[in-house]
């Protein structure tokens, strides 16, 4: 399942360049292009789902996936503690409309982190 022009789907396909920090048979880690905190990893599933909403109801064990590769970034990279933050919806910042968390530590992080 991939959807054409979607920036998040051509990385999982290896079509354009990321800095892969980590990946399972399902989920992929890649830092941010633009990183808003010291840590700031995009954790994604490697199949399209819009959001976080859609990856519950379509992709729950996967979404389960997407929890332990977070928590893995984070024990790598700030001592196990992280904000994993959800964009939904362009009004609350979503750009990608392909379910990726934020794991984020380091730096200020205010709430529009
Ligand atoms: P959101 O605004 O929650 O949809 O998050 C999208 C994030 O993807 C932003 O923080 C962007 O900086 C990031 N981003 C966009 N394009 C790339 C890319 N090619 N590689 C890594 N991160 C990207």
């Given at each position: 399942?991939?959807?054409?022009?979607?920036?998040?789907?051509?990385?999982?396909?290896?079509?354009?360049?990321?800095?892969?920090?980590?990946?399972?048979?399902?989920?992929?880690?890649?830092?941010?292009?633009?990183?808003?905190?010291?840590?700031?990893?995009?954790?994604?599933?490697?199949?399209?789902?819009?959001?976080?909403?859609?990856?519950?109801?379509?992709?729950?064990?996967?979404?389960?996936?997407?929890?332990?590769?977070?928590?893995?970034?984070?024990?790598?990279?700030?001592?196990?503690?992280?904000?994993?933050?959800?964009?939904?919806?362009?009004?609350?910042?979503?750009?990608?409309?392909?379910?990726?968390?934020?794991?984020?530590?380091?730096g200020s992080l205010g709430w529009d982190?």
């Open positions: 399942m991939t959807s054409t022009n979607c920036i998040f789907c051509m990385i999982v396909a290896g079509d354009i360049p990321a800095q892969k920090v980590l990946e399972t048979e399902n989920v992929i880690a890649f830092r941010d292009i633009a990183p808003k905190a010291s840590v700031h990893v995009l954790v994604a599933p490697k199949v399209h789902v819009p959001n976080v909403a859609a990856a519950a109801r379509e992709i729950p064990e996967i979404l389960a996936e997407m929890a332990t590769v977070a928590q893995q970034v984070a024990d790598a990279e700030c001592d196990g503690e992280f904000r994993w933050i959800f964009n939904t919806g362009p009004s609350a910042g979503q750009t990608v409309f392909h379910v990726h968390g934020h794991v984020m530590n380091g982190a």
